[in-house]
Every structure is written in structure tokens, then in C-alpha cells.
């Protein structure tokens, strides 16, 4: 075997440096010297960060295992910066007493969850991809489950356990069928190979809802609310945003380059998909009084909109689904960071608490509001550009069926406007006899939040974001 | 183009500037924040001087000769398809150098007035920051690359007009003022967009670079569209016409232009006398190839609605009795004398004489109508008073004042050899050559520009020997500076730049020569206008009055701007509030609310009805899960996919 291949593997290679560091620094270092671990870390992630921008390999590695791409390396460069906004939020979390020692455990979870996205993003293989797919979910279980003292977090970690493994096993029950009907696992010699009969439509349905799981569409969604719910708040950001946007590229990859041949076919799923997943995340996240939840049922609507340009099965509307994890990873970061700061502040996590949060914490307050109009996509914020790419790329084809599933879509964006409206009004005009106190964000905390509102208001507006990312998902 | 790399520093620093004051203005002292601006803009003047000079001396001339469009910067900022794509960049070539030359020597003059004339004034700072801001958007719209660059500039000039009309906040007239002006403009603006979405829509590109080519293949997709009987490309460039009208202040959306007298006086001398206000027509001198070769009835009709506006400003100008004001009509009618300029030019050489002539007179009003403003602005600094019955034999109480303003009377009236004759002499000349009905009708409104505008001087320096409260005299070196560099360009400008080898329709220099015959034509009725002005007002009398009373009903529809403000107020109340306004209200609040509370009910039901789904039982999740798979198989090995693809 040539060795070369693995430098076609730069992210994957820096990645698994960071890790095995941070490892072997946990494992041996004294308590003292480990008094610096948070912030190097973040440190060693960030330079992982910004050295991924410099990895332009564009080549396929053993034996069309692994492919690499410019499409490829821009998506493991937004979830890096996801990521990273993640760990910032992490800090205050993670220094309480009953998460300290296990301080290392979150950051090894979370890189290898990442190291399996990589894999799963790149795979050529079903094999690779399967792999890559089960190192992404399994550590998200323990995760979910890191505060185990609390009752609702075992559970959780339980639920989505339970879940992953039966949508595992169907998604191998549909790779099985793949390959009895063409005879091979290679996405390359798929593409060509498949032929549209209903031994394979049924196959790629069974595959494709192993990642309909991890997206979190409606009718695959059920664990996603009593996951989020229960998971630690810096575990439910992870998974709402880095873990879908990861599953979404993955459905892409396989979409374009597996079943070309079915497209009609699976177009006409992801058109009933995305109409269901957004109406029913929408009526679920109403009548939602914890934000936690309310925000699982946001961000099951949300993955609906990403689904609808990717119906379109054009390269624009592949350019649109991934700026719009691009912004909505910022978005969520925003909300997310909001929410982290109050609940270590004061515990408290229900809709009710927010009343006259204004009063006492008006800069967060602007922050979460500015963050909620992006994600109802109200002008100028960068979530109005998202949804506009979306629905235009949704909007080629000018058939009956794209303009019903437009109309719908459109008028779900008014309903989700209602909810998310809904905080903010809490924020800003419900009095409160027992406000949350006036209090001071921490560093990090703070960094992560001021980042993602910087990305909500300029992301939309600097058209470089957009055309990076459109140059890139041509190359697919 | 790596000679104009400087040339984007024209643009970031005023919008720099306006950020720092705008944000950082309350933490600095009011000088601080003058000067700071004052500085900038020194900067950027030079910067466009240099800029200017290089394109029509060096860079700009190609090798045949003829001057060439150079686009210096040009980044893609939205991409919609591969032809229609919004870019925002920097356009330089003959008309945008100019404009670059006469915004920033105005604007500059203007900043180092206001250090004077707004001293102590509330909200300094704030106002240094909307200059800074205008300034911004005016060079942007100028050097725009494209149509749609131009709009969004032109909304960005809009905004700051209103801002700084309405800078006296708490004054209600200059609140009504501002708003009025905002809403006027933008209601133009609103056909302004529908023409760019026309044109871009056809052409299927904003490009000026390709719409202005001369013979440019993007309009053969026009063939044959029609609307009402007129032809599609037609009603494109009327509509896009229509948003030059709004902001140059054209019959019959003019009634913002006086009434945004009520903001500060060099504000009016900037915006609303020397630059904004062009910008109608400095769009169709943009857009001239597109006027001329596809659309000459357009053209045509353009010439007609500039004549009607110059004669109609010019006889309303006499009868009011703000100094403001009667600067504000006579505005408006040499506006309208430009772009009637416009209409009656050919496009090579000494045909093309119209567009130079238009261009140039925009160059030479600009300095002089500018040097009126910041005259006028002196003399109500003075005398604390805006209407002419407050003011009388200043002659000698304010020298500089005095001569300045004679010299920017007689640019204006077009006396030889100040800079106004030389341009108007262009003009009358073109009209003449082209059509003898618009020539009479400038030839008439040039001899009232002369009448209204020697009224004006006598009312206030001569007239009668008023006694005023506190003595007035000439302002301290900031303000009085400005007005002494802008009577000293006013009186060169005509003769010293050679207009006709620099900017022409087709890029290529010609001979122009005074026409004796409309030279002399236009010298003497302006000096019978002024020998009317003298007659009436030079000394107290009752002539005057005498011969308003006689004019009767005549003077009285003058003296009220012939009701237009009466027919607006008229056409929104009564129709548009009543017969639109009112079902559309009824329609919002039953049918469009009505809706929404619908689509609340029923979301509310379904979402009540759907909420056992999440019971939190595994089992059952999986249950789901797997139906729902079957439900897709079984679905898509069938009968949905024949629907969705169809």
C-alpha cells in the first residue's frame, strides 16, 4: 500500500494530532498542569481550525476508499468552526464539580464524533461510510448521557442509544440490499451501476433513513425533543447543529453521487419529507414552554428547509443547503450561547424565566433577539439570505410540485415566526416579578456569542461566504 | 486597472468618516469632530481631483483620441444567473470624473462653511456625520458600475437628504419637510425600480458598460413587446425616467424641492442645489445612448416635461418672497434647462453639442448656485430672517456677501463673461439647431432667471435701508473663505475649461464656437431682465404692488406655486387615501388577518391534536420510525412519483 494516500487525509491527520495530545496530556499530566487544559485545548483546536482552510487536496485515496474534494474540505472547515464555537460555550459547564474530572472525556467524545463525520463526509465506500457514520453517533450517546447524576440525562442517552442502534440496523438491512442488486460498495461504480427498480428504491430508502435519523426528520425524529431535553446544553447545540450539518452533507454525497439515477424517486421523497418536517416541527415547537425542547422542534422545521433545495438536485440548491447549515450553525450558537449563560447563571431554562430579561440583561437580550429573527429569516440578518437561497434553488423547476412545497414552506416561515417571536416578546414586553439577575457573561462564553453575531449580520451581507461555497459545490 | 487603485479611497473614507462620527461623535468635542470631517473630505477632494486628472490627461484618452470608460474596481456582490449578476464597483470615465470633481470641491466647500455657520448648533457632531454620509453615497451613485449599484446609491443619497432636511428635529415644519421629501422622491423611485426590473429583465444585465454601447445586441430581445399600444423598451426608459423626475425635482414631483429649504442652509447649497438634484440628470446622461438610438420619443417627451418645468419654475420664482425659496424654483428650472439640454443633442461630434452643453452647465450651476446658497445662508446668519421684507441695503454692511452674490447673479442670469453664459449659451444654441418651440421657451425662461434673479439681489442689498436690531456684517474667514473660492471658480470656470474636447456624447473632442446670433439673443434679454428687476426694485416703490394687483388671479395661482402642493394634497387624501388606502385597510384587517388567525386556529388544533406522537415511550418511537419507512416504500415503488415528476 502507497503511504502517500494518507496525505491526501490532512484534516483527518491533524485532527487525530489534536486528539492524541489532548489525550496523552489528560492522562498524565498533574492536576496543577491540568489547570491550563481548557484553554489549550481550545487552543490546539482553533489551530486545527484555521490550518484546515489550507488543505486543498482534491484526489481519491485507497482505491476510491476515501475521496477528498474542495466540496469535502469546506464542510469539515464549517463544522470545525462549529465546533469550535462549542467548545467555547463549554467552559462554565465543564468546571463545575460533577464535570471537571471528566473534563478530557467531553473533548475526546466530541473530537473522535468529528473524526467520524470526517470519514462519513469523505467515504467512497459504504463500508467507509458505515463506519464513519457509527464513530459519529456512538460517543454522541455517552455525551448525552455525560451528566449522568441527572436523572433526565441517562435517560436521554438511553433514548437516543436505543434509536441509533435500530436505525443502524436498518440502514445496514438497505446496504445489504445495495449490494445483492449491484455487486458492489463503491459509490463510484454505484452511480452507474444502479437501475431504478423497486429492489433499490427500497434499498435506498432503508439506507437513506439512517441519515433521515441523525437529520432528524419527521417521521424519523421521535428521539430528537427528549434527547435535546435531557442532554447537557452544550450537548444538544452539538448535536442540533454540527451533527446534522455532518448528516446533511453526507445525504448530499449520497444523493448525487449514489442514486443519480433515482433522482425522480427521490425527489418525491424529500418533497413529502421536508413538507411533513416542517409542518410538524412547527406545530410541535407552538406550544413548547422549555427552550431546550422548543429549540429540538425549531431545528427538526429548520432541517426541512435544508432538505427543500436539496430536492432541487441541482448544484445551486447543494451550494444553498450548505450555506444554510453554514449560517444556522451561527444562529443556533448565538441562541445557544444565550441560553448556556443562563442556565449557569440562575438553573433556569423555561420560556417563563425569560420574562423581563431585558430589564436586567439587555445585551443579551439583543443578542438572542437578533439571533431569533435569523432564524425565522427576517431581513437583514444572514438567516434571511439562507432561506431566499433556499427557496430560489426549491423554486428552478418551475412544476406544480415545487410551487406547492414553496407555498407551504412559505407559510410555515410565518407560523415559525409566531414561536420565535414568542421568545422575544418575553424578553423584551412580559413583565416579571422575579426577573433573572443582572449578571456578567464569562470570557469564552462571551467570545463564542459576540463571534456568531458578527456571523449573523455579516454573513448574509459579504457575498464571499455564498461564492466560496457555490465554487465549491460545483466541484461535486 | 492598477492606475486607479487609489480611486476606492474616494468612496471608504467619507463612509469611514461617517461611521467614526456617526458612532464615536457624542465622546468628541463638536471643533473636533468638524475638523475631523472637514480634513477627510480635503482628502478625498484631492483624491478626485487626482483621479479626474489622470482619466482626462493620461489614462483616459485611448489611442484614437476618443476617451474610453475605465472600470477600476468591479467585485461581484449577488449572482443570480451567469449574465445577471449585481456588481458593486467604481466606473470612471468623462461624466463620473467631472461629477467626482464637482461633488467633492462642493462638499469640501460646504464642510468648511458649516464650521461657521452651524457653530453651537445641537447635534454638531451628528451633523458632520450625515455630511459625511451624503458625500458617500453621492460618489457612489457617480461611479456606479451598474444600474443597480446606481439604485441602491440613490436610495443611500435619498436617506441622507432626509436626515439632514429633518436635522432641525424638533422643528414640526422641517419633520413635514423631510418626510415629504422622502416620500415624493421614493414614490418615483418606485417606477425608477420598475424600469431597472424591466430593463435588467430584458437585457439581462445592469452593466452600463454593455447597455450604453452604441449599437448594444442585449436590446433585440425588446422586439415586439408592447404595453397600452407602446413599446416595452419604451415604457422602460420612461419609468426609469421617472425616478431622474422625483430627484431633480421635474414638473410635476417638484413640490419636495422648496419645501426642503427647511433644512440647514449649506445643507441646501450641498444637496439640494448642486449635487443631489443633478442626479436625475446625471442618470440619463448615463443611460444617454440608451435615450437616443432606442428610445428618441422618450427623449423627445423628456425635452418637453424639462421646458414646461423651466418656464413654470422661472415665473414662480418671481413672485416669492423667501430668499430660500426663490433660489429653490430657480433650481428647479435650470435643472430642468439641463436636462432639456439633453433632448435636443445628437450623438457625433458637433450634433452631440446638447449632452456637452447639459454637462457642462451642470459643471458651471453647480459653483454658482452653490455660492447663492452659502450667500444666502450669510446673509439669513446675519439678519436672522429668511423673507426678503426683512432685508434691504446690505450692500454695504456685508462687502463680501455683496460681490460674491452679484458675480453668482450674473453666472446665472448668463452675462458675459461669467461662467453661466457660456453654458446657457451652449444650450440655447443646441435648442436652436434642434427645436425652435423648446428654444423659445428656455429663450423666455432665461430672460426671467434674469428678472427673479436681479429681484432677489436688489430686495436684499438695496431696495430700502432697513434698521436692524443687531448691525449686521460679513461672517468670520470660515464661511466667508467658501464663498470667495466659489465666486472666483464661477467667474473662470467658463471660459477655462475646454468642455468641448473633454466630455462628449461619443467620447470624441469637437469645435464648439459662440454663436454670435444666440450669444447675442441671450445677452440681451437677460439684460432686459435685469433692466426690469432695477426698474421695480432697486428703489422703493409702488410699482411693484401696482402691477401684482393688476396681474390679478394670474399672480395670486403664482404666488401659490400654481397649486401643485393643493393638487397632491388633493390626489392623496381624497383619492389615494380614500379609494385605496380605505379598501386596502378593510382588506388587511378581514382577509389578510383574517387569514393569519385562521392559520393560527387551525395550527393550534392540528398541533393539540398531534402532541400524543411525543410520548416519550421508545417503543413507540421506533414504531414510527419503521412505518414511516414502509409508508415511503411503499409509496415510491408507486403512484407519487408519476405526480411530482410530471
Known amino acids: 500500500m502507497d503511504l502517500s494516500n494518507y496525505l491526501l487525509m490532512k484534516h483527518e491527520l491533524s485532527l487525530i494530532v489534536v486528539f492524541l495530545i489532548l489525550m496523552i496530556y489528560d492522562l498524565f499530566a498533574s492536576d496543577k498542569a491540568k489547570k491550563y487544559f481548557f484553554p489549550i485545548a481550545c487552543t490546539l483546536f482553533l489551530i486545527h481550525t484555521v490550518l484546515g482552510f489550507f488543505f486543498h487536496d ?419 | 486597472m492598477l492606475t486607479f487603485n487609489y480611486s476606492i479611497w474616494i468612496l471608504v473614507l467619507p463612509a469611514v468618516m461617517f461611521l467614526v462620527l456617526g458612532l464615536g461623535g457624542k465622546y468628541m468635542k463638536p471643533v473636533v469632530s468638524g475638523v475631523l470631517g472637514t480634513i477627510t473630505m480635503a482628502i478625498t477632494t484631492v483624491l478626485a481631483y487626482l483621479t479626474a486628472y489622470q482619466y482626462f490627461f493620461s489614462v483616459g484618452k485611448a489611442a484614437d483620441g476618443t476617451y474610453k470608460a475605465i472600470e477600476a474596481f468591479n467585485f461581484e456582490w449577488l449572482r443570480f444567473t451567469d449574465t445577471l449578476h449585481i456588481d458593486l464597483g467604481m466606473y470612471i470615465d468623462a461624466i463620473s470624473s467631472m461629477m467626482l470633481i464637482v461633488i467633492t470641491t462642493v462638499s469640501l466647500m460646504v464642510h468648511i462653511y458649516s464650521l461657521g455657520y452651524m457653530k453651537g448648533e445641537k447635534g454638531f457632531q451628528r451633523y458632520y456625520a450625515f455630511l459625511s454620509l451624503f458625500s458617500f453615497s453621492m460618489l457612489g451613485l457617480v461611479v456606479a458600475t451598474n444600474i443597480f449599484q446606481m439604485y441602491i446609491f440613490w436610495e443611500l443619497v435619498g436617506v441622507s437628504s432626509f436626515l439632514l432636511i429633518g436635522f432641525y428635529y424638533t422643528k414640526p415644519s422641517a419633520v413635514a419637510a423631510s418626510k415629504k421629501a422622502f416620500i415624493v422622491t421614493r414614490f418615483a423611485d418606485f417606477f425608477f425600480l420598475i424600469g431597472i426590473l424591466l430593463l435588467s429583465y430584458f437585457t439581462k444585465t445592469f452593466d452600463f458598460g454593455t447597455l450604453t454601447a452604441v449599437g448594444a445586441p442585449c436590446f433585440s430581445s425588446f422586439a415586439g413587446a408592447s404595453f397600452l399600444g407602446i413599446s416595452a423598451i419604451s415604457w422602460t426608459m420612461f419609468l426609469i425616467f421617472m425616478g431622474g423626475v422625483g430627484k431633480s425635482a421635474l414638473l410635476p414631483f417638484h413640490v419636495w424641492l422648496p419645501d426642503a429649504m427647511e433644512g440647514p442652509t449649506p445643507v441646501s447649497a450641498l444637496i439640494h442645489a448642486a449635487t443631489m438634484v443633478v442626479a436625475g440628470v446625471f442618470l440619463i446622461a448615463r443611460l444617454f445612448p440608451i435615450y437616443l438610438f432606442q428610445t428618441p420619443e422618450v427623449l423627445h417627451l423628456i425635452g418637453y416635461i424639462g421646458a414646461i418645468t423651466a418656464i413654470f419654475a422661472a415665473v414662480v420664482a418671481c413672485t416669492q418672497t423667501d430668499i430660500k425659496r426663490v433660489l429653490a424654483f430657480s433650481t428647479i428650472s435650470q435643472i430642468a434647462y439641463m436636462i432639456t439640454a439633453l433632448s435636443v443633442s445628437g450623438y457625433d461630434g458637433h450634433d452631440g453639442l446638447g449632452y456637452m452643453a447639459s454637462m457642462f452647465h451642470l459643471f458651471t450651476h453647480a459653483f454658482f448656485k452653490a455660492l447663492l446658497f452659502l450667500g444666502a445662508g450669510a446673509i439669513i446668519h446675519a439678519v436672522h430672517s429668511n423673507e426678503m421684507d426683512d432685508m434691504g441695503g446690505l450692500w454695504k454692511k456685508m462687502p463680501i456677501a455683496n460681490w460674491t452674490f452679484l458675480i453668482a447673479c450674473l453666472a446665472i442670469a448668463g452675462i458675459f463673461p461669467f461662467s ?196 416519550g415511550r421508545i417503543q413507540q418511537y421506533a414504531l414510527i420510525y419503521l412505518v414511516g419507512a414502509l409508508v415511503l416504500i411503499v409509496t415510491f415503488c408507486g403512484w407519487l412519483v408519476a405526480f411530482i415528476t410530471k
Open chain 1, 58 to 476: 482534491s484526489s481519491t485515496a485507497f482505491g476510491g476508499m476515501f475521496v477528498a474534494g474542495p466540496a469535502q474540505a469546506l464542510v469539515k472547515n464549517i463544522l470545525n468552526v462549529g465546533l469550535f464555537l462549542v467548545f467555547l460555550q463549554a467552559k462554565t459547564w465543564l468546571a463545575s464539580e460533577e464535570s471537571i474530572i471528566k473534563r478530557g472525556e467531553f473533548f475526546m467524545l466530541t473530537l473522535l464524533t468529528l473524526f467520524g463525520m470526517y470519514l462519513m463526509i469523505s467515504s467512497g465506500n459504504f463500508l467507509l461510510f458505515y463506519i464513519g457514520l457509527e464513530t459519529a453517533s456512538l460517543p454522541i450517546a455517552a455525551l448525552v448521557a455525560f451528566d449522568k447524576h441527572r436523572y433526565e440525562s441517562a435517560e436521554a442517552g438511553l433514548k437516543f442509544i436505543f434509536n441509533a442502534i435500530f436505525s443502524s440496523a436498518v440502514m445496514i438491512f438497505g446496504i445489504s440490499f445495495v449490494y445483492g442488486a449491484c455487486g458492489t460498495l463503491y459509490f463510484a461504480d454505484l452511480g452507474s451501476s444502479i437501475s431504478s427498480t423497486p429492489l433499490t428504491i427500497m434499498a435506498m430508502i432503508l439506507v437513506l433513513s439512517g441519515l433521515f435519523f441523525k437529520i432528524s426528520l419527521v417521521p424519523f425524529h421521535a428521539w430528537a425533543p427528549d434527547t435535546y431535553q435531557g442532554a447537557p446544553t452544550n450537548v444538544t447545540f452539538y448535536l442540533s447543529t454540527i451533527s446534522k450539518g455532518a448528516a446533511v452533507f453526507a445525504l448530499i454525497v449520497l444523493l448525487y453521487t449514489v442514486f443519480p439515477v433515482l433522482f425522480p424517486t427521490w425527489q418525491g421523497i424529500l418533497w413529502i419529507l421536508s413538507l411533513v418536517t416542517i409542518t410538524v416541527g412547527n406545530l410541535f415547537a407552538l406550544r413548547q414552554k422549555n427552550m431546550k425542547r422548543f429549540l429540538a422542534f425549531s431545528s427538526i422545521s429548520q432541517a426541512g428547509y435544508i432538505l427543500l433545495s436539496i430536492y432541487s438536485g441541482t448544484a445551486q440548491g447543494m451550494a444553498a443547503s450548505v450555506f444554510y447549515i453554514f449560517v444556522y450553525i451561527f444562529s443556533n450558537a448565538a441562541v445557544f450561547g444565550v441560553i448556556t449563560a443562563i442556565e449557569n447563571k440562575s438553573g433556569k431554562i423555561n420560556m417563563d424565566d425569560y420574562n423581563g430579561l431585558y430589564k436586567t440583561n439587555p445585551k443579551l437580550s439583543i443578542v438572542m433577539m437578533i439571533a431569533m429573527f435569523s432564524l425565522a429569516g427576517m431581513p437583514p440578518t444572514a438567516g434571511f439570505f439562507s432561506k431566499m437561497f433556499v427557496f430560489t434553488a426549491a423554486m428552478q423547476s418551475l412544476s406544480t410540485a415545487s410551487i406547492i412545497l414553496v407555498v407551504i414552506a412559505f407559510v410555515n416561515t410565518v407560523i415559525s415566526l409566531y414561536y420565535y417571536l414568542l421568545v422575544v416578546k418575553a424578553m423584551f414586553v412580559t413583565p416579571s416579578n422575579q426577573p433573572i439577575e443582572p449578571f456578567q457573561t464569562e470570557g469564552y462564553l462571551k467570545t463564542s456569542v459576540l463571534l456568531s453575531l458578527f456571523g449573523i449580520l455579516l454573513i448574509g451581507l459579504i457575498s464571499f461566504f455564498y461564492q466560496q461555497i457555490s465554487l465549491a459545490s460545483f466541484g461535486l
Open chain 2, 420 to 615: 453661466g453664459f457660456f453654458s446657457k449659451d451652449e444650450i440655447l444654441a443646441a435648442a436652436l439647431h434642434h427645436d425652435i418651440v423648446l428654444f423659445s421657451i428656455l429663450f423666455i425662461a432665461a430672460g426671467l432667471t434674469a428678472f427673479y434673479m436681479f429681484r432677489l439681489y436688489f430686495r436684499i442689498f438695496h431696495y430700502e435701508n432697513k434698521q436692524y436690531h443687531h448691525a449686521p456684517h460679513d461672517a468670520g474667514p470660515s464661511m466667508s473663505i467658501p464663498l470667495i473660492f466659489l465666486a472666483v471658480v464661477t467667474v473662470v470656470a467658463g471660459w477655462l475649461i475646454p468642455f468641448d474636447t473633454l466630455i462628449t456624447a461619443d467620447g470624441k473632442a469637437f469645435e464648439s464656437h459662440i454663436d454670435p446670433l444666440v450669444a447675442g439673443l441671450s445677452i440681451g434679454i437677460a439684460l432686459v431682465g435685469i433692466v426690469g428687476a432695477y426698474v421695480f426694485y432697486f428703489k422703493k416703490n409702488e410699482k411693484p404692488d401696482q402691477v401684482a394687483t393688476s396681474l390679478g388671479w394670474f399672480y395670486r395661482a403664482t404666488h401659490n406655486k400654481f397649486y401643485f402642493d393643493e393638487i397632491w394634497m388633493f390626489a392623496t387624501r381624497s383619492i389615494i387615501f380614500k379609494c385605496v388606502s380605505k379598501p386596502m385597510a378593510w382588506i388587511d384587517v378581514n382577509v389578510i388577518d383574517g387569514f393569519m388567525n385562521g392559520l393560527a386556529y387551525v395550527s393550534h388544533q392540528a398541533s393539540e391534536a398531534i402532541k400524543g406522537f411525543q410520548s
